[in-house]
């Protein structure tokens, strides 16, 4: 069948939707609609002016179908070219026409969507007889049927078709129209459908495969001609064509592949890590492809091959041709069926021959009514089967959801409980520098603390020294003055023979008054240095005692509650880190080392930064407190 012969099909239910009154004629006002509309869709230039002057008003009144066509023909149908147009939007067209008069509309429960409807009208169309009116006679409907049927992955069941036609005598006779059987398979007298979102995709599936041309579709692997990579690409096949697209939505096309008497498509040994691979060959490229298991790449290599034949035989559909051999089968089973009854009608004088046949029918009769019956058995074990797998496979899902979830809530509960350990290791490496950094501050304050003892000692020798020193001037100045009083006390006699030393008594008086004033002021000088000294010891020893207790309190563990024991453990818990020493240790070894050296001014300096550094620190945790 012709580009023609298809657009007249649709045409033809615009026409008649047009024909209010049912006497075969139409207004020409509405014809000059549907032909403005035709030309549009089409995509014909418009030529008003023709349109004008053939459907002028006069007093010829409506035109029939057989008046309009010379219309038709000259100026839509003759300058129609195929791939000008899209032929999807032409039928939608002339369906939403035809569709308000004739259809009553999908049920408000029922399976099938006004997409669906659409869809078999025009598988419909492309199925019914190239005879007006358009019927579909019983074999086409069944073929139709198992299309759907095998698309739904459903075994075939012809039961509701013969019961129809076994109900119907005059849908065997006459054929079937496209309203009748939109009605009937909406009822669900023809197939049997349990899911509509089922079978809206089982018939998307066969409307691309049979009103679209689509031969085979799907994912492979094809090699790069620039990178030389390889891309997952969804490939769709044609009579003409291979077009592939980045994914099954077909918005965004890569390329296209153009079929020719000259292409080839031939296997390709594995390589490069591809497995299945095969390859198409034109004139200018070659492709190669890799499909996902053998099946498909026999089943691709097929599809390509039918392509390229009917590319050679010069035909544009594949489902045109299989309809034209159906055809032909059927005229040549109904030209057997008519020599036969024309024999059979010749011998009717052999009663007993008539009566073989009759046990010989009956017979086979009865073997296929037990063929039928076995078959149903099968059938009905087999979806039990199904039902009993089923329900199998949802406990399995259940049980594997119940363990996913299980294995979330561990994970879940490891996940917290590394968190948990994570902020726990934290705060003891808080703690371990804060513990390091007051064991520094503690050293600090001992340095301070001892270099302090030991000025204290230091003075205290030196003020004890003075005393001793004091204490002879004085004993020393107590014997010059009783000598003086001595010398005062002799006879003018022996004043006169000692002239000469009463001389230098008064001198060696004042002199030893003299030193002995100087060593009372060096005493006191020596006694308040000490007072400062023990100022100083007594601030360091206040600084000893606050970082050794700030020591030992964070050397006391605390719970993961934050309440501390009740009582300080004999041995601390917290490790102590190499070089790191206990206040008590640090003072012993301190010492030691302190009476076997010398303390140098630059040691006292270094001792005094210290605390000064200390005092800083103390200051600012004090503000910060």
């Known amino acids: 069948m012709d580009l023609r012969s298809e657009l007249l099909k649709s045409i033809w239910y615009a026409f008649t939707s047009l024909d209010a009154e049912k006497c075969g004629k139409v207004s020409k006002s509405q ?6 509309n035709l030309y549009t869709v089409l995509n014909i230039p418009h030529d008003p002016v023709a349109l004008e002057a053939h459907f002028q008003d006069d007093d010829d009144g409506p035109v029939s179908d057989h008046g309009y066509m010379p219309y038709l023909n000259k100026y839509i149908l003759d300058k129609v070219k195929d791939g000008t147009f899209d032929k999807e939007k032409f039928d939608d067209l002339c369906w939403m026409m035809t569709m308000k008069k004739n259809y009553r509309g999908v049920p408000e429960r ?71 059987f939109l009605h009937h398979i909406g009822a669900g007298r023809l197939l049997r459908v349990t899911s509509g979102e089922a079978f809206s ?33 969804w490939f769709v096949l044609k009579p003409s064509s291979i077009a592939y697209y980045i994914s099954e939505a077909l918005k965004d096309k890569r390329g296209e592949i153009q079929l020719d008497k000259s292409c080839i498509v031939e296997a390709v040994p594995d390589r490069e890590g591809k497995r299945c691979l095969f390859c198409v060959k034109t004139h200018l490229k070659t492709y190669e492809m890799s499909a ?5 790449k026999v089943e691709w290599i097929q599809a390509i091959q039918t392509a390229l034949r009917l590319q050679n035989e010069g035909k544009s559909s594949l489902h045109q041709e299989l309809k034209l051999k159906r055809r032909v089968q059927r005229n040549h089973s109904q030209g057997e069926r008519s020599l036969s009854a024309r024999s059979s009608c010749s011998s009717q004088s052999d009663d007993f021959n008539i009566q073989e046949m009759e046990r010989e029918k009956d017979r086979q009769d009865q073997e296929i009514e037990s063929i039928i019956q076995h078959a149903r058995e099968l059938e009905t074990r087999r979806r039990e089967a199904e039902e009993l797998e089923r329900r199998k496979q949802k406990e399995v899902q259940k049980d594997l959801e119940r363990q996913l979830k299980e294995a979330e809530m561990l994970r879940d509960s490891m996940k917290a409980e590394m968190q948990e350990k994570e902020k726990e290791a934290e705060q003891q490496k808080k703690r371990i ?29 030196e003020l004890e020294g003075l005393l001793q020193a004091e204490e002879v001037k004085k004993k020393q100045f107590q014997f010059l003055q009783e000598q003086q009083m001595a010398l005062q006390s ?10 000469g030393e009463e001389d230098d008594a008064p001198s060696a008086l004042h002199s030893a008054s003299q030193e002995l004033q100087d060593l009372r002021a060096s005493r006191q000088r020596s006694h308040q240095h000490l007072e400062e000294v023990q100022e100083k010891l007594r601030y360091a020893s206040q600084h000893v005692r606050h970082w050794n207790v700030q020591l030992n309190r964070l050397m006391t563990p605390i719970a993961p509650g934050g309440r501390p024991e009740q009582h300080l453990p004999s041995k601390p818990l917290c490790p102590k880190k190499e070089d790191a020493l206990a206040s008590n240790e640090f003072i012993s070894k301190f010492k030691t080392r302190v009476s076997e050296g010398s303390q140098s001014p630059e040691v006292k300096e270094g001792l ?13 945790d004090a503000s910060q407190e």
């Not at 198992?146 to 119907?168: N, R, V």
């Not at 995709?201 to 031969?215: G, I, P, T």
């Open 201 to 233: 995709l089982a018939l998307d599936e066969v409307f691309l495969e049979m009103y679209h041309n689509v031969l085979k579709r799907g994912y492979m692997w094809k090699k790069g001609h620039k990178r030389r990579n390889w891309t997952e690409r």
């Open 433 to 461: 520098q804060e513990l390091e950094l007051t064991q520094q501050k503690l050293e600090a304050a001992l340095n301070m603390e001892i270099q302090a003892r030991l000025e204290e000692e230091r003075a205290k020798h």
């Open 31 to 36: 014809l000059k609609v549907l032909s403005h």
């Open 292 to 296: 996902s298991d053998l099946r498909q």
């Open 608 to 620: 005094e930064e210290q605390m000064e550094a200390v005092n800083l620190s103390d200051g600012s």
């Open 110 to 180: 029922a399976l099938l969507t006004e997409r669906d409807c659409f869809k078999l009208f025009c598988l419909f169309n492309l199925l019914s007889e190239d005879r007006y009116p358009l019927i579909m006679i019983p074999e086409e409907v069944e073929y139709l049927l198992k299309k759907i049927s095998t698309a739904m992955s459903q075994e075939w069941d012809g039961k509701p078709l013969e019961d129809l036609l076994s109900q119907d005598a005059t849908v065997w006779e006459e054929g079937m129209s496209v309203w009748n």
């Open 490 to 499: 002799l006879s003018p006699i022996e004043e006169a023979s000692e002239g």
